[in-house]
DNA sequence: AAATAAATTTAGACAAATCTAAAACATAAT
DNA sequence: ATTATGTTTTAGATTTGTCTAAATTTATTT
């Protein structure tokens, strides 16, 4: 696999990113996704093509090719286990390290980030839940709800995050809702889907309804 | 401290080191250190002027100012962290760890490199004898001398290496030389300055005056 | 002191990535 | 079917970092 620029990376990581949760994705999309302008998305997906990264018609969408697919999920394999060295060995908060990743993600050497691997232990998932890409770029979904789709009365362990905006981060450590963390849905108002839950076994918060769509949890049966 | 390029900062470290060695830094020799071109050279010294960063003007030579100075010193204490960690941590020979240092050097995280500094324990110099200077930029200087002159009879421990290219580090791990590694010269000759070394007292090999040159050890008196 | 050589700088060009403003195209509304 | 709206692309600039070739300055010989 050859060398491609970080701005590249960053395109193909945003636009496998876009595939997963639209199907299609527009030149809108990523400008907005990137925090740029429409007419530099056009630019670099031309620029895509070219190199085979992107099956591309003008005006009419685009989507990876096989190799640019490939190529994102090894710099997304390369984000989420720098998070999770962060996280787990520099005791970073789990809100604080998706930047520095954003930067760490375009060294190159293959050799470093498969013996970081090991030395984390083959880490399966990053700390917000998703899941870490191996060396051939193959990686498992955990089945997993949102809490709206918890049945009130069981018990789920947080297992995803959608929204990680550092807000959304932020508000879940208030509420000491993290990876791993028990909850169980005691009561949900038909008024404006907001939820009582339980967290840990201990106390009972209430969240609105956007931040139970974001929060993900795998449960028994 | 803001941020600056990465070729920038390439600049100022290589200033930096060559001020170091010569006293005086010439723009061929920054073009022959970063495999590049005078005139590109020019083209930068230009710029890191303009950023005062550098005292200089045209045709008659340059040095780092205060500013450049203090920012090549946290660029080098990044450089030599992370080839601590790699070596110490991720197990990479000393030998390989340089050119991946040369990308995670410029990733801008100022917590990142503290807690990455904490996490090693504070270590005083990287895997080639190089001290580590501090959050502040500060660093001592550990007395020792070169391999010629170790008085024959006198032990003492490798504490630095002078040329630190992949081929010199390559004849050191073949000869069992690395940090730390106790050794005695045996005997030295006069035809061409060549050395009899004792490695850990064990085996007695022969090295050039040029390897000589660039061994530096510790020794007591 | 000239002449020659070497080092350094300028002039002009280029590639990568971005931008603004305008044009082209696609979609939705009347 | 026209018109209006919104999206996407082009045209033309700009910035950063690099290059080659030529000009300038400095250093070294004769
Ligand atoms: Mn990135
Ligand atoms: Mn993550
Ligand atoms: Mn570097
Ligand atoms: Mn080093």
Redesign the pocket.
């Known amino acids: 696999m050859q060398k491609y620029?970080s701005?590249?990376e960053n395109y193909l990581k945003a636009i496998f990113h876009l595939q997963k949760s639209d199907g299609v994705v527009?030149?809108?999309d990523v400008a907005n996704e990137l925090q740029?302008?429409?007419?530099?998305?056009?630019?670099?997906?031309?620029?895509l093509k070219a190199q085979k990264l992107l099956i591309y018609e003008?005006?009419k969408g685009f989507k990876l090719s096989q190799e640019g697919r490939k190529v994102a999920l090894q710099i997304i394999r390369k984000h989420r286990l720098w998070e999770y060295f962060l996280v787990e060995k520099l005791e970073f908060g789990w809100d604080e390290v998706h930047e520095i990743a954003e930067e760490l993600e375009h060294i190159s050497s293959k050799k470093l980030i498969d013996k970081l691997d090991e030395f984390l232990g083959f880490p399966k998932t990053d700390p917000h839940g998703d899941p870490i890409p191996d060396s051939q770029g193959k990686f498992t979904l955990v089945k997993q709800v949102d809490l709206l789709h918890l049945p009130v009365g069981k018990s789920g362990d947080v297992s995803g995050i959608g929204d990680q905006s550092p807000e959304m981060l932020e508000l879940l450590k208030h509420k000491q809702i993290s990876l791993g963390t028990r909850i169980e849905v005691k009561k949900v108002f038909a008024f404006d889907n907001s939820l009582e839950i339980k967290v840990r076994n201990q106390n009972v918060v209430t969240v609105s309804e956007h931040v139970a769509k974001n929060v993900f949890v795998k449960y028994d049966e």
Chains 1, 2 share one sequence.
């Open positions: 620029s701005s590249k527009t030149t809108n740029t302008r429409p007419a530099s998305v056009t630019d670099m997906l031309k620029k003008r005006y």
